[in-house]
């Protein structure tokens, strides 16, 4: 990313699944045309599970007590809920930028940045993407045994929406009725699973806009009025409810 620039970061609060995609497709195309800056939005979602584009659905193993979208992000079947920290950066890419690779590693670090300042230890996995925790508690064998962070992106000419959710205190038991990211035998927690149950959501947020924008380069994250972004949401047709050709079910 540019060093002099800043970053856009709205706070929405709790937003519907499709309502939040729709604002993404919106955001992209503005991004494209150059009429919004990079900007991330920080929210929360109501209970909700997501396939990505080419995830098989033989990973929701119970019936799940939530509506089920399939969308145009990688990754495979994912939970997002109440105590969950969901980013959706709208950013366009240049130059050296290009690189999913990269893209995914910047992403990684900025959720074990934000999880280091409050005392949680976590790390990357060789071969996955996402991050997990570590528990001091169980031993150095099981370093690492239990992901806390999870990525799932979609990219449109070098604009990336989609992103990564962050469990600060949510319901771990919604994870029950699927196989997590497609990860058999992945075990999921949360920060307040691991006994930081004095981190609310409002303050990751902070730490999540400050790192973003270091780890990502940017000079400063300067607050967007939510309102500001909306208006960029085209009246809502049955199709835009329904989130168009990004969401199935």
Known sequence: MDVGRPLGVA??????????????TAMVAARLRDEIGDTLLILEHDHVFTLGRGADERFIVAAPAAPIHRVSRGGQVTYHGPGQLVGYPILKLEGSSRDVTKYLRLLEQVMIDVLAEYGIDAERRAGFTGVWARD???GARELGARKIGSIGVGIRRWVTYHGFALNVSTDLSYFDAIVPCGLSGCEMTSAAALGHREVTIAAMAGSVSGRFAAVFGYDRAVA???????KLVPERTDETASGGAEASR
Do not use: K, N, T
């Open 11 to 24: 706070r929405l609060g709790v937003v519907d699944y499709e309502a939040a995609l729709g604002l993404q």
């Open 136 to 138: 001091r508690e169980i």
């Open 224 to 230: 967007i009025e939510p309102h500001r972004l909306w």
